[in-house]
Nanobody
């Protein structure tokens, strides 16, 4: 049974940094895309970032480019999301995701969506 478990969330102030981590169990994802989605209160769930399994190429939503960095450790079956210069608009539940499927130019585009989801972790940024 595949499980994705997030850690590292919490309450920070605007301008602070936070690092989220996700560990996968049940199978290895070294050849699969892994990434993060988020859902803010009253808004739809949205793509944040992902890293391809084979190429290691990273994809980011425009709203986090230059501030967030995604990384993965295939040996540990983990991915991290380093979030810098946080703003209140980054407040959301963040979901670890794995094994993207669909048609598009990369994770988060076209019909490409993750097959596996973690339970989510809260990130709150105060002004």
């Amino acid at each position: 049974q595949v499980q994705l478990v997030e850690s590292g969330g919490g309450l920070v102030q605007a301008g602070d940094s936070l690092r989220l981590s996700c560990v996968a169990s049940g199978r290895t994802f070294f050849s699969s895309d892994m990434g993060w989605y988020r859902q803010a209160p009253g808004k739809e769930r949205e793509f944040v970032a992902a890293v391809q399994g084979n190429s290691g190429i990273a994809f980011y939503a425009d709203s986090v480019k230059g501030r967030f960095t995604i990384s993965r450790d295939n040996a540990k079956n983990t991915i991290d999301l380093q979030m810098n210069s946080l703003t209140p608009e980054d407040t959301a539940i963040y979901y670890c995701t794995a094994e993207y499927e669909g048609v598009g130019r990369g994770p988060g585009t076209g019909t490409i969506r993750p097959r596996y989801w973690g339970p989510g972790i809260q990130v709150t940024v105060s002004s």
